[in-house]
């Protein structure tokens, strides 16, 4: 697995809208932080373009994705939202001149759509984190420390409370994931994901809580489930209860896909469409311990 290279204060950072629109005020927020923390900040010039609920036309969101993969002085790209539109674009990308020399490509939601082709098809290392709208005032913190900690290289191990359908143990492997429904959307296709020795992230966002227990089933069913060494749940927030009513909370659905196999879960991760979004590291080998009072992640440089 390749690890893009650490940030340094005076790097080159771009900001690229590869999915949904956004306003400029929200960028603008982002932009004096991250001023602030050193870096020069390049706009992709459609960042703020509109075609519908686009940020622009394909073909305009993919140029500046390529634009920013191609430049060597460009160190990272941070994606300014998601929304849709990222898989519009992914089989048009070159990564020829990106796989010379990685850097960080940084975002969550519908972002998951190059996380798992870089995880899992190029072998490259991304980060999972907040982005620009969500660079309010109130949304601060440590999803925004540990995001910018990890640009410059610094992965802090973290430590959280229990949860109580955690299930307890000790794992290691390569963290993989991101939005369940993305990754079920890749399902069936050639940028497919891999779980075989993994440790799976999963969160979501305003799904029909019927169709959560649908995407579970379609993981336990398609063998996605059953050889990882952990599972890792996020924040699912906004789930809908349907009418009829499902009858499940969202993370009873989860326990009762994966309650046949042994391998530790843990639940309330503070990752994903909530507050507290921490960043991590997808496609670095993570060491976990779940106990019966906090759960415990390192981040190992293998």
């Not at 373009?49 to 500046?64: I, P, S, T």
């Not at 790209?77 to 674009?89: D, E, K, M, Q, T």
């Not at 490259?124 to 995001?147: A, Q």
């Amino acid at each position: 697995m390749y690890q893009p290279t650490a940030l340094e204060k005076g790097d080159k950072i771009g900001i690229i809208s590869p999915a949904g629109k956004i306003e400029p005020e929200k960028v603008g927020i982002a932009v004096d932080m991250l001023e602030r923390l050193g870096l020069k900040v390049v706009l992709g010039k459609h960042v703020f373009d509109e075609y519908h609920q686009f940020a622009g036309r394909d073909l305009n969101r993919l140029k500046d994705f390529q634009q920013m993969l191609d430049d060597p002085d460009i160190k990272a790209i941070l994606c300014a939202r998601g929304g849709y539109g990222s898989v519009r674009i992914l089989e048009h990308v070159d990564f020829d001149l990106f796989l010379r020399k990685p850097k960080w490509i940084i975002g969550y939601s519908d972002i998951t759509v190059f996380h798992s082709y870089l995880n899992n098809i190029l072998e490259v290392e991304s980060l999972h984190s907040v982005m620009p709208i969500n660079f309010t005032d109130d949304h601060t913190g440590k999803s925004v420390e540990t995001l910018f900690g990890a640009m410059m290289g610094r992965f802090v191990d973290y430590k959280i409370q229990a949860h109580e359908l955690n299930r307890l143990g000790i794992a290691e492997g390569e963290l993989i994931g991101g939005n369940l429904s993305i990754l079920y959307s890749l399902r069936g296709t050639n940028m497919d994901f891999e779980t075989h020795g993994k440790v799976l992230f999963i969160e979501d966002v305003g799904e029909e809580l019927y169709h959560l227990d649908r995407m579970m089933y379609n993981l336990r069913m398609g063998g996605k489930l059953s050889e990882l060494q952990a599972l890792v749940v996020g924040g699912f927030s906004g789930m809908k209860e349907g009418d009829p009513k499902f009858g499940k909370a969202a993370y009873e659905i989860i326990n009762e896909a994966v309650e046949s196999y042994t391998y530790p879960v843990v639940y309330n991760f503070p990752a994903g469409h909530i507050n507290d979004n921490w960043t991590l590291p997808l496609g670095r080998y993570v060491k976990m311990s779940v106990d019966e009072k906090e759960v415990s992640f390192n981040w190992d440089k293998r």
